[in-house]
């Protein structure tokens, strides 16, 4: 099973700073690679596919980098719509998620 | 609309069993392959179980292989999961979630919450 491994668990960032989340694969994953956002009480949706692809509706400030067994979520001015859990997820032959990285106001 | 809305979530005992169901609408169902996740208070997603857009494959974590059954009807765009041998550690969120165009889960139900306990 690949193990997906986040970090750090938890990042402090205040409102219109960047924000640079990091997942990485214990084997290579190419680019099957998905970010979804989680906020309190709601479902998961995703935000981005293909390691870099926008899903439908996110915006800009998101995105995504990387490829193999190392990826990147940055979001380039953090609005207060913006502060809740981030997993990323394989998708090689398989699923997996990480443990996730909460972004919370600092 | 498009959504995905689970049901049959509660209370059961260790060892006992539940039938959740999700329903489908604003899409057609059979076209896609779909899953469930699962989420433990506090805690982090864990993917359960896959299966084709005809249901002809179906995949299970380990955790829970030989105790749930994933199944679909398309006829009445719905999916199921009925689970059995409950324990402790099942307690948990149940979500549908739609495959999209590669294997990543583009739709999200908003779950049925699982308690296990005596």
């Known amino acids: 099973e690949i193990v997906m491994t986040q970090f750090p668990a938890t990042l402090s960032v205040s409102p219109g700073e960047r924000a640079t989340l990091s997942c990485r694969a214990s084997?290579?994953?190419?680019?099957?690679l998905a970010w979804y956002q989680q906020k309190p009480g709601q479902a998961p949706s995703l935000l981005i596919y293909?390691?870099?692809t926008r899903a439908t509706g996110i915006p800009a400030r998101f995105s995504g980098s990387g490829s193999g067994t190392e990826f990147t979520l940055t979001i380039s001015s953090l609005q207060s719509e913006d502060f809740a859990v981030y997993y990323c997820q394989h998708y090689n032959n398989g699923w997996t998620f990480g443990q996730g990285t909460k972004v919370e106001i600092k | 609309e498009v959504q995905l809305v689970e049901s049959g979530g509660g209370l059961v005992h260790p060892g006992g069993s539940l039938r959740l169901s999700c329903a489908a609408s604003g899409f057609t169902f059979s076209f896609y392959e779909m899953n469930w996740v699962r989420q433990a208070p506090g805690k982090g997603l864990e993917w359960v179980s896959y299966?084709?857009?005809?249901?002809?494959?179906?995949y299970y974590a380990d955790s829970v292989k030989g105790r749930f059954t994933l199944s679909r009807d398309n006829a009445k765009n719905s999916l199921y999961l009925q689970m059995g041998s409950l324990r402790a550690e099942d307690t948990a969120v149940y979500y549908c979630?739609?495959?999209?165009?590669?294997?990543?889960?583009?739709?999200w139900g908003r779950g049925t919450l699982v308690t296990v306990s005596s």
């Open positions: 299966t084709s857009s005809s249901g002809g494959t179906i």
């Open positions: 979630a739609r495959a999209g165009t590669d294997w990543f889960f583009d739709l």
């Open positions: 293909g390691a870099s």
């Open positions: 084997q290579s994953v190419s680019r099957n």
